[in-house]
């Protein structure tokens, strides 16, 4: 059955090709989701933690890194690895897919997804802390958060999101990345929020110490890239 479904994508690929790219394109995308239910039967019959596993989910980040980044093939690609690896295990390329929804303006479903790492709704439970298990979903969970228009709110976290990194500075490479992140927002964020008042000069102490640490800090570990995303 399987060599009969390659015949039959084949022999269309083969005619789409003169005719539309898109349409091609399609049928590309339902040959990589073949190929990788394949593989997904590999990975699963395979004993855990071994180099196979490792070398099939290699593959399947490269082979993503080459589809479109578009909502509708990101999601066909990815509901078929579900099958294997779920999103907490698969952080990296959920963030990828979320921010490839908010990108093209699909803030629900970006939202969606983030909740689904997180495991929880900061927004929906505004007392409690945020988590720190993974800085970077919660990172990006703040941002989906002003992107939608919560801007106040995803500040306020943030400051605090912000306050608890600080006392862990050191332990973690990817804390310290993610502080000197959310400091530059802090401050990118202030100004946006303050640039149509009058008294603009009144917070500028506290917009340029933002950026004065993020500058500070990124410089005392080579390492780090002060870059807002």
Known sequence: RDMQARDMIDKELFTLVGESYTRAYDHIVS???????????????????????????????????????SKSTWQKII?????????????????SYASICRKSRQIRSAHKILVSLIGWDPAAEPLRKLPLDNVRVTYTYLKQLWNAGSEELAFEKMFAFNDRLSSKLGE???????????CLKLGTWLFHMKENFRNINSWKHDILQYLDSAKHF???????KPKVE
């Open 218 to 224: 990124a410089e005392t570990r080579p390492l780090l």
């Open 31 to 69: 040959v990589q989701q073949l190929t990788e239910i394949e593989e997904i039967i590999m990975y699963k019959t395979s004993s855990e933690s071994t180099d196979k596993r490792k070398h099939i989910i290699n593959v399947w980040n490269k082979r993503l890194l080459g589809c479109q980044p």
């Open 79 to 95: 509901s078929i690895r579900k099958l294997a690896l779920d999103p907490q295990d698969d952080v990296k390329t959920w963030l």
């Open 172 to 182: 973690k490479s990817n804390i310290d990345e993610i502080f000197v992140k959310s």
